[in-house]
């Protein structure tokens, strides 16, 4: 059940993915954080995510605790400053009766960025500093909104108020998410 319910309602991240095993001795099942795509191993990163997790055994009717120890990694004696793992000891039935549904959005497809080659000079991308005019433009379609790239010959720089122009062309080449 354990394994069901992270599969359906905790899927791993590019920050945080999670491995499941059990103790023979006394049935418990722990829940292993596992660095992500990302490889981002901060503490806080970690926490966050686990706290994630616990919070939706929890509302799922699973006794939860996090744990510090490392007697999952067989290092019984060492401690981390925060949480590597959680213990799921049981299920209660009762609680979920007293806890709201909890409703989850899947994480939206994402649409991979696009590279324009610019056959002319715009007037406005002018890096004076430089003395050199873009090669190409990178549109990055983030949740956030859009983030524009001028790729100059020697650098790449991020453009924070692109012009009109730059907008409609960035929806002129959005690709289509099926």
């Not at 873009?134 to 020697?154: D, N, R």
Request: hydrophobic share 40%; net charge neutral.
């Amino acid at each position: 059940m354990v394994v069901d319910h992270m599969t359906t309602h905790c899927p791993g991240t590019d920050f945080g993915d999670w491995e499941i095993g059990q103790n023979p001795t006394n049935g418990t099942i722990g829940v292993v954080w596992r660095v992500g795509t990302s490889r981002n191993g901060q503490a806080g990163v970690r926490g966050m995510v686990l706290y994630r997790w616990l919070n939706s055994l929890k509302d799922a009717g699973f006794v939860v605790e996090a744990r510090t120890d490392m007697t999952v990694f067989g290092r019984p004696d060492e401690h981390a400053q925060t949480a590597w793992w959680l213990s799921v000891n049981g299920w209660d039935p009762a609680a979920v009766r007293h806890r709201a549904p909890v409703q989850r959005a899947a994480r939206p497809r994402p649409i991979p960025s696009v590279t324009v080659p610019l056959t002319t000079r715009p007037a406005d991308l002018w890096n004076a500093f430089l003395g050199e005019f873009p090669e190409s433009i990178t549109f990055e379609y983030k949740p956030t909104g859009l983030v524009v790239i001028a790729s100059y010959p020697s650098t790449s720089q991020w453009i924070p108020r692109p012009a009109p122009w730059l907008t409609d062309l960035a929806e002129t080449h959005r690709p289509t998410t099926a």
